[in-house]
Protein backbone atom coordinates (compact mmCIF):
# COMPACT_ATOMS: atom_id res chain seq x y z
CA UNK A 1 0.00 0.00 0.00
CA UNK A 2 2.99 2.67 0.64
CA UNK A 3 4.42 1.51 -2.16
CA UNK A 4 1.55 2.25 -4.51
CA UNK A 5 1.13 5.66 -2.54
CA UNK A 6 3.99 6.88 -2.82
CA UNK A 7 4.09 6.23 -7.13
CA UNK A 8 0.66 8.23 -7.38
CA UNK A 9 2.69 10.70 -5.21
CA UNK A 10 5.50 11.23 -7.49
CA UNK A 11 3.41 10.30 -10.66
CA UNK A 12 1.15 13.71 -9.29
CA UNK A 13 4.26 15.44 -8.97
CA UNK A 14 6.09 15.08 -12.27
CA UNK A 15 3.17 15.33 -14.16
CA UNK A 16 2.53 18.69 -12.38
CA UNK A 17 5.98 19.78 -13.41
CA UNK A 18 5.65 18.55 -17.09
CA UNK A 19 2.08 20.29 -17.21
CA UNK A 20 4.07 23.71 -16.53
CA UNK A 21 6.80 23.22 -19.52
CA UNK A 22 5.15 21.20 -22.44
CA UNK A 23 1.67 21.28 -24.34
CA UNK A 24 -1.27 19.85 -22.46
CA UNK A 25 -1.76 17.33 -25.63
CA UNK A 26 1.62 15.94 -25.10
CA UNK A 27 1.90 12.50 -25.48
CA UNK A 28 4.20 11.91 -22.28
CA UNK A 29 2.02 13.86 -19.78
CA UNK A 30 -1.18 11.22 -21.30
CA UNK A 31 0.59 8.31 -20.76
CA UNK A 32 2.10 9.58 -16.99
CA UNK A 33 -2.05 10.63 -16.52
CA UNK A 34 -2.97 7.12 -17.68
CA UNK A 35 -0.39 5.40 -15.56
CA UNK A 36 -1.39 7.50 -12.60
CA UNK A 37 -5.42 6.63 -13.25
CA UNK A 38 -4.06 2.51 -13.19
CA UNK A 39 -2.08 3.25 -10.12
CA UNK A 40 -4.91 4.69 -8.30
CA UNK A 41 -7.38 1.74 -9.73
CA UNK A 42 -5.07 -0.69 -9.03
CA UNK A 43 -4.70 -1.90 -12.79
CA UNK A 44 -1.48 -0.59 -13.08
CA UNK A 45 1.83 -1.97 -15.06
CA UNK A 46 5.08 -1.15 -12.96
CA UNK A 47 7.62 -2.17 -15.78
CA UNK A 48 5.69 0.78 -18.47
CA UNK A 49 5.06 3.32 -15.61
CA UNK A 50 8.58 2.75 -14.77
CA UNK A 51 9.64 3.38 -18.60
CA UNK A 52 7.68 6.56 -18.99
CA UNK A 53 8.67 8.03 -15.50
CA UNK A 54 12.70 7.42 -16.91
CA UNK A 55 11.43 9.49 -20.23
CA UNK A 56 10.22 12.12 -18.09
CA UNK A 57 13.45 12.11 -16.37
CA UNK A 58 15.34 12.46 -19.87
CA UNK A 59 13.15 15.25 -20.84
CA UNK A 60 13.53 17.56 -17.63
CA UNK A 61 17.55 18.32 -17.83
CA UNK A 62 18.74 18.07 -14.02
CA UNK A 63 15.97 16.66 -12.85
CA UNK A 64 17.16 16.09 -9.41
CA UNK A 65 15.74 12.62 -8.74
CA UNK A 66 12.53 13.68 -10.48
CA UNK A 67 12.21 16.35 -7.92
CA UNK A 68 11.51 19.27 -10.26
CA UNK A 69 8.34 20.43 -8.98
CA UNK A 70 10.52 23.39 -7.91
CA UNK A 71 12.61 23.88 -11.21
CA UNK A 72 12.67 26.88 -13.31
CA UNK A 73 10.50 26.29 -16.48
CA UNK A 74 12.44 24.52 -19.51
CA UNK A 75 11.32 25.23 -22.87
CA UNK A 76 11.47 21.84 -24.88
CA UNK A 77 11.90 22.99 -28.52
CA UNK A 78 13.06 19.50 -29.62
CA UNK A 79 11.77 16.44 -28.56
CA UNK A 80 13.93 14.25 -30.99
CA UNK A 81 16.63 13.96 -28.01
CA UNK A 82 14.50 12.39 -25.23
CA UNK A 83 12.93 10.31 -28.01
CA UNK A 84 16.41 9.13 -28.94
CA UNK A 85 16.99 8.71 -24.79
CA UNK A 86 13.92 6.80 -24.04
CA UNK A 87 14.87 4.55 -27.29
CA UNK A 88 18.32 3.55 -25.71
CA UNK A 89 16.53 3.17 -22.61
CA UNK A 90 14.55 0.75 -23.98
CA UNK A 91 17.24 -1.07 -26.05
CA UNK A 92 18.80 -1.16 -22.99
CA UNK A 93 16.28 -2.94 -20.55
CA UNK A 94 15.30 -5.43 -23.74
CA UNK A 95 19.36 -6.64 -23.32
CA UNK A 96 18.44 -6.96 -19.76
CA UNK A 97 15.57 -8.85 -20.31
CA UNK A 98 17.00 -11.34 -22.71
CA UNK A 99 20.45 -11.64 -20.89
CA UNK A 100 18.49 -12.86 -17.38
CA UNK A 101 16.04 -14.90 -19.75
CA UNK A 102 18.79 -17.30 -20.79
CA UNK A 103 20.26 -17.68 -17.51
CA UNK A 104 16.25 -18.63 -16.93
CA UNK A 105 16.47 -21.34 -19.56
CA UNK A 106 19.93 -22.26 -18.19
CA UNK A 107 18.49 -23.51 -14.64
CA UNK A 108 15.43 -25.44 -15.93
CA UNK A 109 17.96 -27.36 -18.80
CA UNK A 110 19.42 -27.92 -15.22
CA UNK A 111 22.98 -27.05 -15.74
CA UNK A 112 25.14 -26.71 -12.72
CA UNK A 113 25.71 -23.64 -10.88
CA UNK A 114 28.88 -22.87 -11.97
CA UNK A 115 28.23 -23.11 -15.61
CA UNK A 116 25.16 -20.79 -15.00
CA UNK A 117 27.64 -18.51 -13.35
CA UNK A 118 29.91 -18.39 -16.11
CA UNK A 119 27.59 -18.08 -18.57
CA UNK A 120 26.50 -14.46 -16.73
CA UNK A 121 30.30 -13.76 -16.89
CA UNK A 122 30.66 -13.95 -20.36
CA UNK A 123 27.40 -12.48 -20.62
CA UNK A 124 26.47 -9.25 -18.91
CA UNK A 125 29.58 -7.38 -19.58
CA UNK A 126 27.75 -5.88 -21.95
CA UNK A 127 25.08 -4.63 -19.37
CA UNK A 128 26.72 -3.61 -16.45
CA UNK A 129 31.13 -3.38 -16.18
CA UNK A 130 32.94 -5.45 -14.51
CA UNK A 131 36.30 -7.47 -14.21
CA UNK A 132 35.71 -10.05 -11.70
CA UNK A 133 32.16 -11.68 -10.28
CA UNK A 134 32.54 -13.43 -7.15
CA UNK A 135 29.63 -15.37 -4.64
CA UNK A 136 29.66 -16.00 -1.03
CA UNK A 137 27.56 -18.27 0.40
CA UNK A 138 26.19 -17.60 4.16
CA UNK A 139 26.65 -20.77 6.25
CA UNK A 140 26.86 -21.91 10.07
CA UNK A 141 30.14 -23.65 11.35
CA UNK A 142 30.22 -26.56 13.63
CA UNK A 143 30.60 -24.09 16.69
CA UNK A 144 27.51 -22.43 15.79
CA UNK A 145 29.29 -18.96 14.58
CA UNK A 146 27.71 -17.61 10.85
CA UNK A 147 30.43 -17.77 8.49
CA UNK A 148 30.83 -16.01 4.68
CA UNK A 149 32.01 -18.24 2.45
CA UNK A 150 33.23 -17.82 -1.41
CA UNK A 151 31.87 -20.53 -3.43
CA UNK A 152 32.79 -18.95 -7.12
CA UNK A 153 35.16 -16.42 -8.75
CA UNK A 154 35.98 -15.50 -11.83
CA UNK A 155 37.99 -12.59 -13.40
CA UNK A 156 39.15 -11.04 -17.02
CA UNK A 157 42.97 -10.85 -14.92
CA UNK A 158 45.21 -13.35 -12.78
CA UNK A 159 46.14 -14.60 -10.49
CA UNK A 160 42.82 -14.43 -7.90
CA UNK A 161 43.81 -13.97 -4.43
CA UNK A 162 40.81 -14.10 -2.65
CA UNK A 163 39.21 -17.66 -4.17
CA UNK A 164 37.02 -20.58 -3.13
CA UNK A 165 36.79 -21.26 0.49
CA UNK A 166 37.93 -18.31 1.56
CA UNK A 167 35.80 -17.91 4.97
CA UNK A 168 34.88 -14.72 7.21
CA UNK A 169 32.36 -14.61 10.37
CA UNK A 170 29.49 -12.28 9.18
CA UNK A 171 29.42 -10.35 12.29
CA UNK A 172 32.33 -9.32 11.89
CA UNK A 173 32.40 -7.92 8.01
CA UNK A 174 30.99 -5.34 6.74
CA UNK A 175 28.14 -7.86 4.98
CA UNK A 176 26.51 -7.63 7.78
CA UNK A 177 25.06 -4.28 7.28
CA UNK A 178 24.05 -5.76 3.62
CA UNK A 179 22.56 -8.97 5.18
CA UNK A 180 20.91 -6.92 7.61
CA UNK A 181 18.88 -3.94 5.42
CA UNK A 182 18.74 -6.18 2.19
CA UNK A 183 20.12 -3.34 0.34
CA UNK A 184 23.12 -3.51 -2.31
CA UNK A 185 26.49 -1.73 -1.18
CA UNK A 186 28.43 0.53 -3.53
CA UNK A 187 32.56 1.03 -2.83
CA UNK A 188 33.86 3.08 -5.82
CA UNK A 189 37.53 3.71 -4.35
CA UNK A 190 38.50 0.48 -2.97
CA UNK A 191 41.74 1.74 -1.84
CA UNK A 192 40.26 4.60 0.74
CA UNK A 193 37.99 1.90 2.11
CA UNK A 194 40.68 -0.40 2.94
CA UNK A 195 42.23 2.94 4.68
CA UNK A 196 39.36 3.33 6.78
CA UNK A 197 39.26 -0.72 7.56
CA UNK A 198 42.33 -1.65 7.61
CA UNK A 199 41.52 -5.45 9.18
CA UNK A 200 39.62 -6.37 6.73
CA UNK A 201 41.42 -9.29 4.98
CA UNK A 202 39.37 -9.67 2.12
CA UNK A 203 39.53 -5.52 0.88
CA UNK A 204 43.41 -6.16 1.31
CA UNK A 205 43.32 -9.34 -1.09
CA UNK A 206 40.92 -7.03 -3.47
CA UNK A 207 42.81 -4.53 -4.10
CA UNK A 208 46.19 -6.91 -4.23
CA UNK A 209 44.34 -8.22 -7.10
CA UNK A 210 44.20 -4.79 -8.23
CA UNK A 211 40.48 -4.15 -7.75
CA UNK A 212 39.31 -0.65 -7.02
CA UNK A 213 35.62 -0.24 -7.22
CA UNK A 214 32.68 -3.06 -5.99
CA UNK A 215 28.95 -3.63 -6.21
CA UNK A 216 27.61 -6.12 -3.59
CA UNK A 217 24.02 -7.52 -3.32
CA UNK A 218 22.14 -9.96 -1.05
CA UNK A 219 21.11 -12.89 -2.57
CA UNK A 220 17.77 -13.45 -1.15
CA UNK A 221 15.23 -16.38 -1.14
CA UNK A 222 11.55 -16.41 0.86
CA UNK A 223 13.48 -13.05 2.52
CA UNK A 224 16.02 -14.63 3.75
CA UNK A 225 19.33 -13.25 2.58
CA UNK A 226 21.54 -16.65 1.69
CA UNK A 227 24.63 -14.92 0.38
CA UNK A 228 25.80 -12.24 -2.11
CA UNK A 229 27.36 -11.48 -5.44
CA UNK A 230 30.33 -9.40 -6.20
CA UNK A 231 30.62 -7.14 -9.03
CA UNK A 232 34.31 -5.50 -9.01
CA UNK A 233 35.90 -3.65 -11.36
CA UNK A 234 39.68 -2.53 -11.95
CA UNK A 235 38.82 1.09 -12.04
CA UNK A 236 38.14 3.40 -9.21
CA UNK A 237 33.88 5.14 -9.85
CA UNK A 238 32.74 2.74 -12.16
CA UNK A 239 29.42 2.16 -10.30
CA UNK A 240 26.40 4.34 -10.16
CA UNK A 241 23.01 3.92 -9.01
CA UNK A 242 21.11 3.55 -12.14
CA UNK A 243 22.88 0.10 -11.84
CA UNK A 244 21.18 -1.02 -8.59
CA UNK A 245 18.11 -2.29 -10.17
CA UNK A 246 19.49 -4.42 -12.75
CA UNK A 247 21.49 -5.34 -10.23
CA UNK A 248 18.84 -6.60 -7.89
CA UNK A 249 17.43 -8.28 -10.75
CA UNK A 250 20.55 -10.12 -11.49
CA UNK A 251 20.48 -11.24 -7.98
CA UNK A 252 17.19 -12.15 -7.38
CA UNK A 253 17.71 -14.69 -10.51
CA UNK A 254 20.84 -16.41 -9.16
CA UNK A 255 19.26 -16.98 -5.60
CA UNK A 256 16.68 -18.92 -7.50
CA UNK A 257 19.02 -20.23 -9.46
CA UNK A 258 20.98 -21.46 -6.27
CA UNK A 259 18.57 -23.29 -4.77
CA UNK A 260 17.59 -24.73 -8.07
CA UNK A 261 20.96 -26.17 -9.13
CA UNK A 262 22.28 -27.02 -5.46
CA UNK A 263 19.33 -29.55 -5.78
CA UNK A 264 20.56 -30.98 -9.23
CA UNK A 265 23.91 -31.43 -8.07
CA UNK A 266 22.83 -33.48 -4.99
CA UNK A 267 20.88 -35.32 -7.14
CA UNK A 268 23.87 -35.76 -9.04
CA UNK A 269 26.93 -36.16 -7.11
CA UNK A 270 24.76 -38.90 -5.18
CA UNK A 271 25.68 -41.65 -7.65
CA UNK A 272 29.06 -40.64 -7.09
CA UNK A 273 29.23 -42.28 -3.72
CA UNK A 274 31.74 -44.26 -4.24
CA UNK A 275 34.20 -41.67 -4.45
CA UNK A 276 34.23 -41.94 -0.32
CA UNK A 277 35.82 -45.02 -0.45
CA UNK A 278 38.93 -43.09 -1.52
CA UNK A 279 38.85 -40.10 -0.28
CA UNK A 280 37.59 -36.22 -1.22
CA UNK A 281 40.32 -36.23 -3.57
CA UNK A 282 40.37 -38.08 -6.44
CA UNK A 283 41.10 -37.30 -9.83
CA UNK A 284 38.08 -38.56 -12.16
CA UNK A 285 39.74 -41.54 -13.61
CA UNK A 286 39.95 -42.89 -10.26
CA UNK A 287 36.00 -42.78 -9.75
CA UNK A 288 35.69 -44.39 -13.20
CA UNK A 289 37.80 -47.60 -12.73
CA UNK A 290 36.34 -47.91 -9.07
CA UNK A 291 32.55 -47.89 -10.84
CA UNK A 292 33.52 -49.69 -13.46
CA UNK A 293 34.81 -52.39 -11.24
CA UNK A 294 32.64 -56.04 -10.85
CA UNK A 295 31.39 -57.59 -7.62
CA UNK A 296 31.65 -55.24 -4.13
CA UNK A 297 34.72 -53.82 -2.50
CA UNK A 298 36.62 -56.11 -0.60
CA UNK A 299 39.63 -56.09 1.74
CA UNK A 300 43.44 -56.77 -0.38
CA UNK A 301 45.55 -55.31 -2.29
CA UNK A 302 47.85 -56.01 -5.43
CA UNK A 303 51.50 -55.36 -5.86
CA UNK A 304 52.19 -52.15 -8.05
CA UNK A 305 54.88 -49.51 -8.58
CA UNK A 306 54.44 -46.19 -8.52
CA UNK A 307 55.89 -42.82 -7.07
CA UNK A 308 55.13 -41.36 -3.53
CA UNK A 309 55.48 -37.93 -2.80
CA UNK A 310 55.36 -36.76 0.91
CA UNK A 311 55.29 -32.80 1.82
CA UNK A 312 55.46 -31.08 4.88
CA UNK A 313 55.77 -27.22 5.71
CA UNK A 314 58.67 -26.19 8.11
CA UNK A 315 58.55 -25.13 10.86
CA UNK A 316 54.63 -24.65 11.01
CA UNK A 317 54.26 -26.64 14.70
CA UNK A 318 55.87 -24.06 16.59
CA UNK A 319 54.29 -20.98 14.56
CA UNK A 320 51.18 -22.40 15.07
CA UNK A 321 51.34 -22.48 18.91
CA UNK A 322 50.85 -18.88 18.88
CA UNK A 323 47.49 -18.87 16.65
CA UNK A 324 44.29 -19.53 17.86
CA UNK A 325 42.86 -23.04 16.81
CA UNK A 326 40.28 -21.22 13.98
CA UNK A 327 43.81 -19.55 12.38
CA UNK A 328 45.75 -22.41 12.32
CA UNK A 329 42.75 -24.09 10.58
CA UNK A 330 42.20 -21.22 8.22
CA UNK A 331 45.85 -20.93 7.18
CA UNK A 332 46.22 -24.55 6.87
CA UNK A 333 43.33 -24.87 4.57
CA UNK A 334 45.09 -22.01 2.06
CA UNK A 335 48.27 -24.17 1.85
CA UNK A 336 46.50 -27.72 1.38
CA UNK A 337 43.84 -26.32 -1.07
CA UNK A 338 46.23 -25.19 -2.87
CA UNK A 339 48.50 -27.96 -3.66
CA UNK A 340 45.41 -30.62 -3.71
CA UNK A 341 44.95 -28.34 -7.25
CA UNK A 342 48.13 -28.78 -8.20
CA UNK A 343 48.26 -32.59 -7.69
CA UNK A 344 45.14 -33.25 -9.17
CA UNK A 345 46.37 -31.25 -12.12
CA UNK A 346 48.91 -33.88 -12.48
CA UNK A 347 47.22 -36.60 -12.17
CA UNK A 348 47.90 -37.68 -8.85
CA UNK A 349 45.47 -39.05 -5.61
CA UNK A 350 46.18 -37.52 -2.38
CA UNK A 351 46.39 -40.66 -0.33
CA UNK A 352 46.29 -38.93 3.23
CA UNK A 353 46.46 -35.09 5.26
CA UNK A 354 48.79 -35.55 8.27
CA UNK A 355 48.38 -32.50 9.75
CA UNK A 356 50.20 -29.48 8.02
CA UNK A 357 51.81 -32.90 5.68
CA UNK A 358 50.36 -34.42 1.99
CA UNK A 359 50.91 -37.81 1.09
CA UNK A 360 49.83 -38.16 -2.52
CA UNK A 361 50.41 -41.35 -5.10
CA UNK A 362 51.24 -41.60 -8.99
CA UNK A 363 50.10 -45.06 -10.89
CA UNK A 364 47.27 -46.17 -8.33
CA UNK A 365 44.66 -47.20 -9.70
CA UNK A 366 45.32 -46.03 -13.08
CA UNK A 367 49.27 -46.96 -14.02
CA UNK A 368 51.01 -44.53 -16.60
CA UNK A 369 54.11 -44.60 -18.40
CA UNK A 370 54.50 -41.05 -17.20
CA UNK A 371 54.00 -41.56 -13.57
CA UNK A 372 57.58 -40.71 -12.42
CA UNK A 373 57.81 -37.62 -14.20
CA UNK A 374 54.17 -36.15 -13.36
CA UNK A 375 55.59 -36.58 -10.04
CA UNK A 376 58.09 -34.68 -10.54
CA UNK A 377 56.53 -32.17 -12.34
CA UNK A 378 53.83 -31.84 -9.96
CA UNK A 379 56.65 -31.36 -7.01
CA UNK A 380 58.72 -28.52 -8.71
CA UNK A 381 54.53 -26.74 -9.33
CA UNK A 382 53.79 -27.00 -5.49
CA UNK A 383 56.82 -25.31 -4.67
CA UNK A 384 56.40 -22.38 -6.87
CA UNK A 385 52.62 -22.64 -5.91
CA UNK A 386 53.77 -21.48 -2.46
CA UNK A 387 53.98 -18.14 -3.28
CA UNK A 388 50.54 -17.82 -3.90
CA UNK A 389 49.78 -19.37 -0.49
CA UNK A 390 51.73 -16.81 1.41
CA UNK A 391 49.94 -14.13 -1.05
CA UNK A 392 46.87 -15.62 0.77
CA UNK A 393 47.56 -15.59 4.08
CA UNK A 394 49.79 -12.37 4.17
CA UNK A 395 48.47 -10.04 7.26
CA UNK A 396 48.08 -12.97 9.75
CA UNK A 397 51.30 -12.08 11.37
CA UNK A 398 52.77 -15.28 9.86
CA UNK A 399 56.15 -15.60 8.39
CA UNK A 400 56.39 -16.72 4.64
CA UNK A 401 55.48 -20.60 4.83
CA UNK A 402 58.25 -22.60 2.92
CA UNK A 403 57.69 -26.60 2.29
CA UNK A 404 60.19 -29.60 1.75
CA UNK A 405 59.12 -32.33 -0.45
CA UNK A 406 60.78 -36.10 -0.68
CA UNK A 407 59.79 -38.21 -3.57
CA UNK A 408 60.34 -42.20 -3.76
CA UNK A 409 59.67 -44.71 -6.59
CA UNK A 410 59.31 -48.58 -6.36
CA UNK A 411 56.95 -51.40 -5.48
CA UNK A 412 53.86 -50.94 -3.21
CA UNK A 413 50.59 -53.19 -2.10
CA UNK A 414 48.25 -50.87 -3.16
CA UNK A 415 44.46 -51.89 -2.50
CA UNK A 416 41.38 -51.13 -0.04
CA UNK A 417 42.78 -51.19 3.55
CA UNK A 418 40.90 -51.36 6.90
CA UNK A 419 38.15 -53.21 7.93
CA UNK A 420 34.38 -54.18 6.98
CA UNK A 421 33.18 -50.86 8.83
CA UNK A 422 35.96 -48.67 7.21
CA UNK A 423 37.32 -49.16 4.41
CA UNK A 424 40.29 -46.89 2.37
CA UNK A 425 42.28 -47.02 -0.91
CA UNK A 426 46.06 -46.61 0.28
CA UNK A 427 49.26 -47.85 -0.57
CA UNK A 428 52.07 -50.19 1.82
CA UNK A 429 55.57 -50.65 1.71
CA UNK A 430 59.20 -49.62 2.07
CA UNK A 431 58.70 -46.75 -0.67
CA UNK A 432 56.60 -44.89 1.54
CA UNK A 433 58.67 -44.95 4.46
CA UNK A 434 61.14 -43.68 2.20
CA UNK A 435 59.69 -40.83 0.69
CA UNK A 436 58.84 -39.54 4.19
CA UNK A 437 62.42 -40.05 5.19
CA UNK A 438 63.62 -38.34 1.96
CA UNK A 439 61.17 -35.73 2.65
CA UNK A 440 62.82 -34.95 6.34
CA UNK A 441 66.22 -33.70 4.68
CA UNK A 442 64.78 -31.28 2.56
CA UNK A 443 64.80 -27.67 3.33
CA UNK A 444 61.93 -25.19 2.43
CA UNK A 445 61.66 -24.60 -1.56
CA UNK A 446 63.62 -27.92 -2.51
CA UNK A 447 62.85 -31.17 -4.09
CA UNK A 448 64.56 -34.68 -2.90
CA UNK A 449 64.14 -37.64 -4.67
CA UNK A 450 65.47 -41.25 -4.61
CA UNK A 451 68.18 -43.12 -6.21
CA UNK A 452 65.24 -44.73 -8.07
CA UNK A 453 62.83 -41.66 -9.08
CA UNK A 454 65.65 -40.04 -10.69
CA UNK A 455 66.26 -42.95 -12.83
CA UNK A 456 62.83 -42.88 -14.42
CA UNK A 457 63.58 -39.48 -14.90
CA UNK A 458 67.43 -39.30 -15.49
CA UNK A 459 67.02 -37.93 -19.30
CA UNK A 460 64.91 -34.50 -18.89
CA UNK A 461 65.75 -33.97 -15.05
CA UNK A 462 67.83 -31.16 -13.62
CA UNK A 463 70.13 -31.81 -10.59
CA UNK A 464 71.42 -29.52 -8.40
CA UNK A 465 73.50 -32.26 -6.26
CA UNK A 466 73.44 -35.25 -4.70
CA UNK A 467 74.52 -36.57 -1.48
CA UNK A 468 74.84 -40.32 0.71
CA UNK A 469 72.98 -39.87 3.89
CA UNK A 470 72.01 -42.19 6.77
CA UNK A 471 68.13 -42.15 7.13
CA UNK A 472 66.57 -43.04 10.25
CA UNK A 473 65.46 -47.16 9.84
CA UNK A 474 68.12 -47.79 7.38
CA UNK A 475 71.27 -49.61 7.50
CA UNK A 476 72.78 -48.73 5.20
CA UNK A 477 73.45 -44.51 3.77
CA UNK A 478 70.91 -43.79 0.65
CA UNK A 479 71.83 -41.43 -2.30
CA UNK A 480 69.20 -38.65 -2.72
CA UNK A 481 69.28 -36.03 -5.44
CA UNK A 482 68.10 -31.92 -5.31
CA UNK A 483 65.98 -31.98 -8.77
CA UNK A 484 64.91 -28.35 -9.44
CA UNK A 485 63.11 -28.81 -12.90
CA UNK A 486 62.11 -31.11 -15.48
CA UNK A 487 60.80 -30.45 -18.88
CA UNK A 488 59.27 -26.71 -18.92
CA UNK A 489 59.05 -26.93 -15.30
CA UNK A 490 61.48 -25.42 -13.26
CA UNK A 491 61.58 -23.63 -9.78
CA UNK A 492 61.03 -19.82 -9.35
CA UNK A 493 63.54 -18.80 -6.86
CA UNK A 494 62.28 -15.82 -4.99
CA UNK A 495 65.06 -12.79 -5.48
CA UNK A 496 67.23 -12.18 -2.65
Known amino acids: MADRDAIIDHLQTEIAALDSRLDTDNELIRSLQEQLEAHKSRTSDNRRTQVYRRAAMDMIPDGDQLQFSNSAPVIIEDMGEALVALGGRLDHKFAEIKALSEITQ ?28 GIALIEESKSGQTLVRAQWGRADYAPILLGKGYAAILERSSLQAIADTQEPRIINDLEDYLGAHEKSASSRLMVREGIRSSLTCPLVIKNEVTGFIFFSSLSAGEYRDQHMELYAQIAGELALTLEKSRAYEDLYLRNEFITKVFGQHVTNEVAAAALSSDGPLTLGGERRKVTVLMADLRGFTPMSEKMSPEEVVDALNVFLGSMTEVIMDHGGNIDNFIGDAIMAVFGVPIAKEDDTARAVACAIEMQNAMAMVNAKIEGRDLPDLTMGIGLSTGDVVAGNIGSEMRVKFSVIGAVVNLAARIEGMASGGQVFASEATLDDVRSEARVAGSLNVQLKGLSAPVPIHEITGIGDCEIVRAPE
Open 106 to 133: RVNAGMFFDEVLNHVFESFIAIIPYNRI
